[in-house]
């Protein structure tokens, strides 16, 4: 019996701990949060606008992020992005040691746009390696298992950080946080490979059971990126990704925050506490990949797709009233612990529809919907940062409540007919391919 790891797993475990990174060099703010302040005399709102540098560089680079990746192959772009990620991340730390007043506030809003830019391609381009290294009957188990990375990420990033501030303060726990990032971007520039076919240790055998060819197109002009983006499935999982990310920002950037202000918790306690909920998140992730992979083979794409959102996203907006009604601290953390598990349900079933709705233009259809998805987290956090401020979280949950119950009617109208087991990419512009209904290429 081989014993040997399938080259395809050993290229997945790179990607899940890409994913696991980005998360802990976008949340450590969140946490250091509680420092920077008093330290830089920064408000609570321009801990907002931080953040909020953040998510426009990432919504702004997803499609960009995605083309790159097309163009360059994933290998290479995750050098480059990994790099400019990590410098943003060193530089947060280290401008207030040179800069001070406006000038320092401007340096960190430039790190934390440059960070959000380089961490846009990560999503699209991992979709796009996923098609190229899994047959389709595996990209949401994929998906669900890397999205687990994030919830691990963002669940480390309070107690560590809390941790370590306390210990050598918030700058060099930044530090000492970004330095693992290196060691990741050198084994991947290395080892990893854009399709199986480039790799040199995948044997015939693997390439059997990866059982498709190589569908990444290597361009996106002006028409198709056109094309994709009037699709009717691409447009209402844009919409849908959008209302649904309102909740999933409040949940991983504000927790810590929620724990201290609103329901008392000392810094070290809440570090602790706000936890559970990216750890119930990756739990969610997880079983939403494999629930979805599931129902897609028992129902079909079409309701397969539907029915873990369809479920979650409801479940979710009634744990978000209960968080904002709870009395009990505890109650409360609860809750939201099981609100962020029911949203990262959803994960999968998201990127593995724009995976079999984008078919060798993957990346960008995922960059189209993440752009989306991103634009969720522009419009949450000045209002959550505002709203906050006056210390009215209950309208905070109430918001993402009714966002969630809208991303899930999104939902009753995305449909995706192709047969889980087929491989043809949509046709390009000038194509004709019988075997790809008129609904999905038309929308």
């Given at each position: 019996m081989d014993w040997r790891i399938p080259i395809r797993w050993r290229i997945f475990s790179l990607l899940f701990c890409f994913g696991f990174l980005a998360y802990v060099q976008q949340k450590t703010i969140t946490v250091a949060a509680a420092r920077i302040m008093p330290e830089l005399h920064l408000s609570q709102v321009q801990i907002g606008f931080l953040e909020?540098?953040?998510?426009?560089?990432?919504?702004?680079?997803?499609?960009p992020g995605g083309i790159l990746g097309q163009k360059v192959g994933a290998r290479w772009t995750f050098v480059i992005t990994g790099l400019s990620a990590f410098a943003a991340t060193v530089a947060t730390p280290i401008a207030p040691l040179v800069l001070s007043g406006q000038l320092l506030f401007v340096a960190l809003l430039g790190a934390q746009w440059l960070l959000g830019c380089s961490h846009g391609a990560l999503f699209p381009v991992s979709a796009g390696l996923f098609e190229a290294w899994y047959p389709p009957n595996r990209w949401s188990l994929v998906q669900g298992l890397q999205t687990m990375a994030l919830g691990f990420g963002a669940a480390i990033v309070p107690p560590l950080v809390a941790t370590l501030m306390l210990l050598v303060g918030w700058q060099l726990a930044l530090l000492w946080i970004s330095l693992p990032a290196l060691v990741l971007i050198a084994l991947w520039g290395w080892y990893a490979r854009n399709t199986p076919k480039e790799h040199p240790a995948v044997s015939p055998g693997e390439l059997q059971a990866i059982g498709h060819r190589?569908?990444?197109?290597?361009?996106?002009?002006?028409?198709?990126?056109?094309?994709?983006?009037?699709?009717?499935?691409?447009?209402?999982?844009?919409?849908?990704?959008?209302?649904?990310?309102?909740?999933?920002?409040?949940?991983?950037?504000?927790?810590?925050?929620?724990?201290?202000?609103?329901?008392?918790?000392?810094?070290?306690?809440?570090?602790?506490?706000?936890?559970?909920?990216?750890?119930?998140?990756?739990?969610?992730?997880?079983?939403?990949?494999?629930?979805?992979?599931?129902?897609?083979?028992?129902?079909?794409?079409?309701?397969?797709?539907?029915?873990?959102?369809?479920?979650?996203?409801?479940?979710?907006?009634?744990?978000?009233?209960?968080?904002?009604?709870?009395?009990?601290?505890?109650?409360?953390?609860?809750?939201?612990?099981?609100?962020?598990?029911?949203?990262e349900l959803t994960e999968a079933p998201f990127w593995a529809a724009g995976m079999n709705i984008g078919r060798g233009d993957?990346?960008?259809?995922?960059?189209?919907?993440?752009?989306?998805?991103?634009?969720?987290?522009?419009?949450?956090?000045?209002?959550?940062?505002?709203?906050?401020?006056?210390?009215?979280?209950?309208?905070?949950?109430?918001?993402?409540?009714?966002?969630?119950?809208?991303?899930?009617?999104?939902?009753?109208?995305?449909?995706?007919?192709?047969?889980?087991?087929?491989?043809?990419?949509?046709?390009?512009?000038?194509?004709?391919?019988?075997?790809?209904?008129?609904?999905?290429?038309?929308?």
């Open positions: 909020q540098a953040f998510v426009i560089g990432y919504a702004l680079c997803q499609l190589d569908a990444v197109h290597a361009s996106v002009d002006a028409k198709q990126l056109l094309r994709l983006a009037r699709n009717r499935n691409v447009v209402l999982l844009f919409l849908a990704y959008m209302s649904m990310n309102y909740t999933y920002y409040l949940l991983s950037n504000w927790v810590f925050l929620y724990l201290i202000e609103e329901r008392g918790f000392s810094v070290l306690h809440g570090g602790w506490l706000a936890a559970l909920p990216p750890l119930a998140a990756a739990l969610g992730a997880g079983v939403g990949g494999i629930l979805t992979s599931a129902f897609t083979q028992r129902y079909g794409d079409c309701w397969g797709y539907r029915m873990v959102p369809l479920m979650a996203l409801p479940a979710a907006a009634a744990l978000l009233i209960i968080v904002a009604a709870s009395p009990n601290p505890y109650g409360a953390v609860v809750a939201l612990a099981s609100c962020f598990g029911a949203i993957t990346m960008a259809v995922c960059g189209i919907m993440n752009t989306g998805g991103n634009l969720g987290g522009i419009i949450s956090l000045p209002i959550i940062g505002y709203l906050s401020g006056l210390q009215a979280w209950r309208v905070c949950f109430l918001i993402g409540g009714a966002l969630a119950i809208l991303s899930a009617a999104c939902w009753l109208w995305i449909t995706i007919i192709s047969p889980t087991g087929s491989v043809e990419p949509l046709p390009r512009s000038g194509e004709i391919s019988a075997r790809v209904p008129s609904e999905i290429i038309a929308g």
